[in-house]
């Protein structure tokens, strides 16, 4: 096996890579992976090495326990980080590339968090996976495809409920919805998400890379005006409304109701 770290830092994102998949863990567990600065910027800077590596046909993404990905941090935001919202108003936390990544949620996935998931490919859970969209309650609005991404996997119906509510969903939800593939037990989410890399990586990779390209292909011609309306949205926001003291101080109790849930 093969291990290396992103260059930018080795503390925040650690990567491996095993007979053609590579893995890769948020690495901020006493923050419940939230995404600052440097996570976002290695996330992407790695996402695309990884798809420039021949060896790499497949990528497992993952969060170090107890969360999979609390979004952005919002400590950082409340202390006027405003820079970090514009690692989500790319459409997206890394460019497209053509490597599928397989999402192993193993814990929460809330707001940037759940954008980050559905970012990914497929998805299967941890029985402890929850996702939750709390843009509106903490005062944020989407810009990494949310309103894209969400009402393709779950339904326009489901996605308001998650996005105008912002109650968490379970796992066994969330694959009930659509959300995820599969739940299954929390030692044996890596152990089934390998297998399913094993099982992509023995494709005609030209085959699997071209078939992923027109799935994309397909849905970005329906989701491509909405994409951009929802990135005109979130830095219209941003300009006009986006409070930092309001944001940090709804965190606490956003992390406090998904954690009644755990």
Known sequence: ????????????????????????????????????????????????????????????LTGADPAFCAGLDLRDLGRGEGALLEGGTRGGFWPTIATP????????????????????????????ARFADTHARVGVMPGAGLTVRLPAAVGLARALDMSLTGRFVTGDQAAAWGLVSAVVPHDQLLSTAAAMAAAVGELDPLAATTLLGVYRAGAAMTGADATANELEAARAWKARSFDAATVAARRDEIIARGSRLS
Not at 105 to 128: F, K, M, P
């Open 1 to 60: 096996m093969t291990t290396h770290e992103t260059p930018l830092s080795p503390s925040v994102l650690l990567t491996t890579i095993s007979a053609g998949v590579a893995t890769v863990v948020l690495n901020r567990p006493a923050a419940r992976n939230a995404l600052n600065r440097e996570l976002i910027d290695a996330l992407a800077t790695t996402m695309v090495e990884l798809d420039a590596d021949p060896l790499v046909r497949v990528i497992v």
């Open 101 to 128: 990544v397989i999402g192993a949620i193993n814990g929460a996935a809330v707001t940037g968090g759940l954008e980050v998931a559905l970012q990914c490919d497929i998805r299967i859970a941890s029985q402890r």
